[in-house]
């Protein structure tokens, strides 16, 4: 765990007894496991845009693709009566393809990826909406989805499904992003992609398998989402959470300009903006100001962050300037 | 030359350098540097690359300054310019990169910063008033384009224009044209020439830096060299001949051949082998070069001879627009660096910093990136083999850091370089493309490469090292391809290997010991 990690570990916990000390609540068996089933639908769904991010691109059209893969699947099952594992190849499919498309324009057409993702943000919520004629896609009375309900909503010893999904997702992601080639080659390309490039890297493959997990990994939390909500009204379900994704990178440590983070970093990221909403939720303070206080946090966080790494630039340029004085041959 | 020839000898100089000396760590760049300009005298300066011209525009630009010695602009002494002084006294630069804003029109570049206000609290831009001013600028520079033009239509010549110009705009006393022409085709070269003369017509002076000499041959009043950061002559109007510059930029080399090291090998098979090749930067000149195993092939030319480009085409970064390569007599097509990188086509960028290696990364990332699956172990990467490979690479090339796990952008330019060569030494290099691998490295590990390259050649790798220092080409070559405007202007054995003969086909013209001898393409 790096340092940023842990500072942000301990900001946690000190939020976290503050708020206890407020409202005891906060520590109380049913808050505890709504939160986390919270982080577990956004810590899915963040750390497909941290893959992304590190690239040095972005992906704005997640929160309208959890509208509109969730109105897909609940459709499938509860209107088109699909057995319910097909359905959820299939939405995970569909994840891949709109990711494959967009790592595909933004590679091979040389578009940005935030007009790429923005025109996506437009057109899957439009899809979504037209497809339910503006209406709610939702289950009929006593429609029941025992073992995937149970999957997806239920819980284990007191934990949710959800969260252990995410633990498992968490586990395998930081393997790839930290350990395996791929992953070296997704931090390369975010900190200099023309010399990845130079170094044989087949750079523009690469980015697209990023945005494939990205699409991949919305998929799987919209279909989380759309059992958590149970029924789906295309025109607000998922909206911001593109947002609230590229906020649990940002504070869990990423650059926008690519190359920087870690994957335990976005999913505390995620946990610091999940406890801050239920702070609000607890605190009594008016859930209008919800935004607010994320606005307010992320803006300290990232300024906090960055004035120490200008500190620590700064450090390291006098005792480089020290050694060069010390008679290191100058280049 | 001409009959209408403004200068005036005896009119006191607008400009004039006495004894400036310039040094950086551990190089002289320019010393005992005297020269005067008088208005409206046309001053040729040339010298090879790296004799000291950029320097002494960036001392004339107030960019630098010098560390001693006195410049005198129009009567008033200075230790050294600021840029105020610089562009308050009249000095204006065209350089070769332009400094136009290409979505703007030609007016509102002209104007840029200064642009005629109408009244009012809104400061709009006065159009009307902005055209007027601009009309009269553009008809002494000849302009055959209107003012409301956009930038980006212009021709390169005509983007000059625009440039001196806006010179012209700021009552220019001195224009500074660094190689304008270089990239320039013949006829717009012609255009350019005239808007010279018709500055010296107006008693502007101007100083013209040029590779092309035919250029200043016709339009210089007097020529100054440079060499080495000194001073090595000027040529008065009637001494200024073409051979007579060649002889001041090389100086006493003339007439020794510079015969390096051990007698001409015995050259191996062609390895890599380009045949009319085409580049975007040159698409109507095809190129053919074939580089031979055991071999160092030195690839010697003026900046912007097409030599990078070709380079680029053979690694699979840029496209190749035509012509064939064959590798070991197969064809081969390469659409992508990994495709060359495949092959055993490895290439040190030009840029070390921005192509050459990741800042960000260790030394053992760096080496083992071209080659990381090799590392790998069910697509895990392997910290052991990474860094056993990053550690023996590190003992062979000599990479001075306390341990291969320390960030490449923390360590000399010498050093990064050999990470570079590092990666590819760690993998079976056929074919390695070297483009400027000493450029701002210190003398000693400039040896070191050189012996790496050595290294490389003596294993049977064809290496083509492209070079605009003279003594490197000439010292470390076995033949010697020289390129002049995109393509090759001739290809030099051991035995012609000369400063001379390397300059002047660098300038396209053939050297005469080797007309007879049919030793040229």
């Given at each position: 765990m790096s340092k940023k990690d842990l500072g942000l570990l301990i900001l946690i916990l000190v939020v976290g007894a503050v708020v206890t000390a407020i409202n005891p609540r906060f520590l109380s068996t049913i808050n505890l496991a709504n939160t986390s089933n919270l982080v577990a639908l956004f810590g899915i769904l963040s750390i497909g845009q941290a893959f992304v991010i590190i690239t040095g691109g972005i992906e704005l059209s997640v929160g309208s693709l959890i509208a509109l893969l969730g109105t897909l699947f609940i459709d499938f099952i509860a209107v088109r009566e699909l057995d319910w594992p097909l359905a959820f190849v299939v939405i995970i499919a569909l994840g891949a393809v709109i990711g494959f498309v967009h790592g595909w324009l933004i590679t091979r057409l040389k578009l940005q990826p935030f007009v790429v993702t923005l025109c996506g943000l437009l057109i899957y919520r439009g899809v979504a909406r037209f497809y339910t004629a503006d209406g709610t896609a939702g289950f009929a009375f006593g429609q029941n989805f025992p073992t995937l309900e149970f999957l997806t909503a239920g819980r284990s010893g007191g934990l949710p499904n959800s969260f252990i999904a995410l633990i498992v997702i968490a586990i395998v992601m930081w393997v790839v992003l930290h350990r395996s080639v791929f992953g070296r080659y997704l931090y390369a390309i975010g900190k200099n992609e023309e010399a990845a490039k130079y170094s044989g890297i087949r750079t523009g493959r690469i980015i697209i398998a990023a945005y494939v997990i990205c699409g991949v990994l919305t998929a799987l939390s919209a279909i989380y989402f759309a059992m958590y909500t149970r029924s789906i009204s295309p025109a607000s379900h998922g909206q911001f959470y593109e947002l609230y994704a590229i906020a649990a990178a940002v504070l869990g440590g990423f650059s926008l300009r690519g190359g920087e983070g870690s994957l335990v970093g976005v999913v505390l990221g995620t946990v610091l903006l999940q406890e801050l909403q239920n702070l609000v939720n607890l605190l009594g303070i008016p859930s209008s100001l919800n935004f607010a206080v994320m606005g307010g946090v992320i803006l300290i966080g990232v300024l906090v962050d960055q004035q120490w790494g200008v500190f620590r630039a700064r450090r390291r340029m006098m005792e480089a300037t020290r050694q060069n004085v010390a008679g290191a041959p100058a280049e | 030359m001409t009959s209408t020839d403004t200068t005036h000898p005896d009119a006191a100089p607008f400009l004039s350098l006495e004894a400036v000396r310039k040094t950086y760590p551990g190089v002289v760049a320019l010393d005992r540097f005297s020269m005067e300009v008088r208005p409206g005298e046309v001053i040729g300066l040339v010298g090879e690359n790296g004799a000291g011209k950029s320097t002494l525009m960036k001392i004339l630009g107030g960019v630098t300054r010098p560390d001693s010695g006195t410049i005198t602009v129009d009567g008033a002494a200075h230790d050294g310019l600021t840029v105020e002084q610089s562009i308050g006294s009249g000095i204006a630069f065209v350089h070769q990169e332009l400094n136009l804003f290409?979505?703007?029109d030609v007016a509102a570049n002209i104007f840029f910063g200064r642009e005629p206000l109408r009244a009012g609290?809104?400061?709009?831009?006065d159009r009307a008033r902005l055209r007027e001013m601009v009309a009269p600028l553009l008809k002494r520079v000849g302009a055959n384009f209107s003012a409301d033009a956009p930038v980006a239509s212009l021709s390169l010549a005509q983007q000059q224009m625009v440039e001196i110009a806006k010179a012209l705009s700021i009552k220019a006393r001195l224009v500074i044209l660094d190689?304008?022409?270089?990239?320039?085709p013949i006829a717009e070269t012609e255009k350019l020439l005239d808007v010279i003369k018709g500055l010296k017509a107006e008693g502007i002076s101007v100083i013209f830096i040029s590779h092309r000499l035919h250029e200043i041959e016709r339009v210089a009043d007097r020529v100054v060299v440079l060499r080495d950061g000194t001073l090595a002559g000027t040529l008065a109007k009637v001494e200024i001949n073409h051979d007579e510059m060649v002889r001041l930029m090389i100086g006493r080399m003339l007439k020794e051949r510079e015969k390096a090291g051990e007698a001409a090998r015995a050259p191996g098979s062609v390895a890599l082998s380009a045949d009319a090749i085409r580049t975007s930067t040159y698409p109507d000149r095809p190129v053919s070069l074939e580089l031979r195993r055991a071999e160092i092939l030195g690839l010697a030319g003026l900046v912007g001879s097409g030599r990078t480009e070709l380079a680029r085409v053979l690694f699979g970064v840029d496209e190749r627009l035509a012509g064939s390569v064959t590798l070991d007599g197969k064809p081969l097509d390469v659409g992508s660096a990994a495709d060359a990188v495949a092959n055993g086509i490895f290439l040190v960028p030009e840029d070390r910093k921005l192509t050459g290696?990741?800042?960000?990364?260790?030394i053992a990332q760096n080496i083992t990136l071209p080659n990381l699956p090799a590392h790998a172990r069910r697509s895990l990467v392997s910290t052991g083999a990474e860094l056993a490979t990053a550690e023996k690479q590190k003992k062979n090339l000599g990479?001075?850091?306390?341990?291969?796990?320390?960030?490449?952008?923390?360590?000399?330019g010498g050093n990064q370089q050999k990470v570079v060569l590092a990666k590819w030494l760690a993998m079976n290099p056929k074919v390695m493309i070297l483009d400027e691998p000493t450029r701002g490295i210190d003398i000693g590990a400039k040896a070191e490469i050189y012996g790496l390259m050595r290294a490389l050649a003596d294993a049977g790798v064809a290496v083509l090292m492209i070079s605009s220092d003279m003594e490197e080409v000439i010292g470390v070559s076995d033949r010697i391809a020289v390129m002049h405007e995109g393509q090759i202007s001739g290809i030099l054995d051991k035995d012609d290997f000369s400063q001379e003969n390397v300059l002047l086909l660098a300038v396209g013209k053939k050297p005469k010991s080797l007309q007879a001898a049919g030793g040229v393409e």
């Amino acid at each position: 765990m790096s340092k940023k990690d842990l500072g942000l570990l301990i900001l946690i916990l000190v939020v976290g007894a503050v708020v206890t000390a407020i409202n005891p609540r906060f520590l109380s068996t049913i808050n505890l496991a709504n939160t986390s089933n919270l982080v577990a639908l956004f810590g899915i769904l963040s750390i497909g845009q941290a893959f992304v991010i590190i690239t040095g691109g972005i992906e704005l059209s997640v929160g309208s693709l959890i509208a509109l893969l969730g109105t897909l699947f609940i459709d499938f099952i509860a209107v088109r009566e699909l057995d319910w594992p097909l359905a959820f190849v299939v939405i995970i499919a569909l994840g891949a393809v709109i990711g494959f498309v967009h790592g595909w324009l933004i590679t091979r057409l040389k578009l940005q990826p935030f007009v790429v993702t923005l025109c996506g943000l437009l057109i899957y919520r439009g899809v979504a909406r037209f497809y339910t004629a503006d209406g709610t896609a939702g289950f009929a009375f006593g429609q029941n989805f025992p073992t995937l309900e149970f999957l997806t909503a239920g819980r284990s010893g007191g934990l949710p499904n959800s969260f252990i999904a995410l633990i498992v997702i968490a586990i395998v992601m930081w393997v790839v992003l930290h350990r395996s080639v791929f992953g070296r080659y997704l931090y390369a390309i975010g900190k200099n992609e023309e010399a990845a490039k130079y170094s044989g890297i087949r750079t523009g493959r690469i980015i697209i398998a990023a945005y494939v997990i990205c699409g991949v990994l919305t998929a799987l939390s919209a279909i989380y989402f759309a059992m958590y909500t149970r029924s789906i009204s295309p025109a607000s379900h998922g909206q911001f959470y593109e947002l609230y994704a590229i906020a649990a990178a940002v504070l869990g440590g990423f650059s926008l300009r690519g190359g920087e983070g870690s994957l335990v970093g976005v999913v505390l990221g995620t946990v610091l903006l999940q406890e801050l909403q239920n702070l609000v939720n607890l605190l009594g303070i008016p859930s209008s100001l919800n935004f607010a206080v994320m606005g307010g946090v992320i803006l300290i966080g990232v300024l906090v962050d960055q004035q120490w790494g200008v500190f620590r630039a700064r450090r390291r340029m006098m005792e480089a300037t020290r050694q060069n004085v010390a008679g290191a041959p100058a280049e | 030359m001409t009959s209408t020839d403004t200068t005036h000898p005896d009119a006191a100089p607008f400009l004039s350098l006495e004894a400036v000396r310039k040094t950086y760590p551990g190089v002289v760049a320019l010393d005992r540097f005297s020269m005067e300009v008088r208005p409206g005298e046309v001053i040729g300066l040339v010298g090879e690359n790296g004799a000291g011209k950029s320097t002494l525009m960036k001392i004339l630009g107030g960019v630098t300054r010098p560390d001693s010695g006195t410049i005198t602009v129009d009567g008033a002494a200075h230790d050294g310019l600021t840029v105020e002084q610089s562009i308050g006294s009249g000095i204006a630069f065209v350089h070769q990169e332009l400094n136009l804003f290409e979505n703007l029109d030609v007016a509102a570049n002209i104007f840029f910063g200064r642009e005629p206000l109408r009244a009012g609290p809104l400061k709009l831009v006065d159009r009307a008033r902005l055209r007027e001013m601009v009309a009269p600028l553009l008809k002494r520079v000849g302009a055959n384009f209107s003012a409301d033009a956009p930038v980006a239509s212009l021709s390169l010549a005509q983007q000059q224009m625009v440039e001196i110009a806006k010179a012209l705009s700021i009552k220019a006393r001195l224009v500074i044209l660094d190689e304008p022409t270089s990239s320039l085709p013949i006829a717009e070269t012609e255009k350019l020439l005239d808007v010279i003369k018709g500055l010296k017509a107006e008693g502007i002076s101007v100083i013209f830096i040029s590779h092309r000499l035919h250029e200043i041959e016709r339009v210089a009043d007097r020529v100054v060299v440079l060499r080495d950061g000194t001073l090595a002559g000027t040529l008065a109007k009637v001494e200024i001949n073409h051979d007579e510059m060649v002889r001041l930029m090389i100086g006493r080399m003339l007439k020794e051949r510079e015969k390096a090291g051990e007698a001409a090998r015995a050259p191996g098979s062609v390895a890599l082998s380009a045949d009319a090749i085409r580049t975007s930067t040159y698409p109507d000149r095809p190129v053919s070069l074939e580089l031979r195993r055991a071999e160092i092939l030195g690839l010697a030319g003026l900046v912007g001879s097409g030599r990078t480009e070709l380079a680029r085409v053979l690694f699979g970064v840029d496209e190749r627009l035509a012509g064939s390569v064959t590798l070991d007599g197969k064809p081969l097509d390469v659409g992508s660096a990994a495709d060359a990188v495949a092959n055993g086509i490895f290439l040190v960028p030009e840029d070390r910093k921005l192509t050459g290696i990741l800042l960000d990364l260790s030394i053992a990332q760096n080496i083992t990136l071209p080659n990381l699956p090799a590392h790998a172990r069910r697509s895990l990467v392997s910290t052991g083999a990474e860094l056993a490979t990053a550690e023996k690479q590190k003992k062979n090339l000599g990479i001075k850091a306390p341990s291969v796990l320390t960030r490449t952008g923390t360590l000399s330019g010498g050093n990064q370089q050999k990470v570079v060569l590092a990666k590819w030494l760690a993998m079976n290099p056929k074919v390695m493309i070297l483009d400027e691998p000493t450029r701002g490295i210190d003398i000693g590990a400039k040896a070191e490469i050189y012996g790496l390259m050595r290294a490389l050649a003596d294993a049977g790798v064809a290496v083509l090292m492209i070079s605009s220092d003279m003594e490197e080409v000439i010292g470390v070559s076995d033949r010697i391809a020289v390129m002049h405007e995109g393509q090759i202007s001739g290809i030099l054995d051991k035995d012609d290997f000369s400063q001379e003969n390397v300059l002047l086909l660098a300038v396209g013209k053939k050297p005469k010991s080797l007309q007879a001898a049919g030793g040229v393409e």
